[in-house]
């Protein structure tokens, strides 16, 4: 075990990771979804609604090789999940519970990012929880990135979807309220603001896994159907980043990386009006 002092120093030290947004991944992920659609024929099951477009994001927004700390991606991932009601504490108790990933990754200066011998050796009921909840640590800290590159001078918030809808959904069998019987949704949505001016809002769809790319071309495939169940203005129309972090056994950290464009989310009335009335539905 290292001690607490290099344990944080760690926590503080750059490092790489791979950023993969191209034409081939588009390719990969199309595949994916005709596979989909085609076993769902088979099978008698209703297709599902996606994403109608997807782009690459601009090496502008998103550089294909960037630098990352972990104390930034586990405080990404700590104040992302502290309202999300999916852990066993609230609050700052999830907060602190994000840096039980302090030890799973390591890199350095000049260095990529990779799961330490303690990652991989993670017994197998938590591989699916530590690959999903640094997916999201990853994919919002890349989020706040793209969207601060986009939007200058603005800020970015991060607000787990399920708090932000609960206010008017029941969610689940639990929840009073109408209910929303279409269990597909975003895990996130970024909210783009500056003082005096309306909010932009992004719904974000994040996955993980400790498998390969096409692993993660189908991760953006259903990526594209989670990010599809919210729609903020015209219809099809509300831009979303989708997000899918490989973390190998063997290799280096890739965060896969695709982009529904748009030209909604904005939080005005069709007038133009700057306080719109938030109770109108947006849930489909």
């Excluded at 993969?20 to 979804?33: F, H, P, Q």
């Excluded at 550089?63 to 999916?86: E, F, I, K």
């Excluded at 990010?227 to 219809?235: I, K, M, R, S």
Aim: proline share 5%; aromatic share 6%; charged share 20%.
């Amino acid at each position: 075990m290292k001690p607490a002092n290099k344990v944080l120093l760690d926590l503080l030290e750059s490092s790489n990771i791979s950023v993969r947004s191209n034409d081939e991944l588009i390719g990969k992920v199309e595949t994916a979804i005709v596979a989909d659609d085609k076993t769902r024929k088979e099978n008698g099951d209703e297709l599902l609604r996606r994403k109608p477009h997807l782009a690459t994001i601009p090496r502008a927004e998103l550089s294909r090789q960037m630098q990352v700390n972990l104390w930034d991606v586990l405080h990404t991932l700590g104040r992302a999940t502290a309202l999300s009601w999916r852990g066993a504490g609230r609050g700052l108790a999830e907060r602190w519970g994000s840096l039980k990933y302090n030890q799973a990754l390591e890199g350095g200066d000049n260095a990529f990012l990779g799961l330490t011998d303690e990652g991989r050796q993670i017994a197998e009921q938590y591989k699916n929880l530590q690959s999903s909840e640094l997916g999201v640590g990853f994919a919002l800290t890349l989020a706040k990135h793209m969207l601060g590159q986009r939007f200058p001078e603005h800020s970015v918030t991060i607000v787990p979807a399920d708090t932000a809808l609960r206010a008017g959904w029941a969610l689940t069998s639990r929840d009073k309220g109408h209910k929303v019987k279409y269990r597909y949704r975003p895990q996130y949505f970024a909210e783009v603001w500056r003082t005096g001016e309306p909010s932009l809002v992004i719904p974000i769809a994040s996955k993980g896994n400790h498998g390969n790319a096409a692993t993660s071309a189908g991760q953006l495939a259903s990526a594209s159907v989670h990010a599809e169940a919210v729609h903020v203005g015209e219809w099809n129309d509300t831009p979303s980043p989708l997000f899918s972090t490989e973390l190998p056994p063997d290799g280096t950290v890739t965060v896969h990386a695709l982009q529904a464009p748009g030209h909604g989310g904005w939080l005005v009335s069709p007038s133009g009006e700057t306080e719109p009335n938030l109770d109108a539905s947006v849930l489909s």
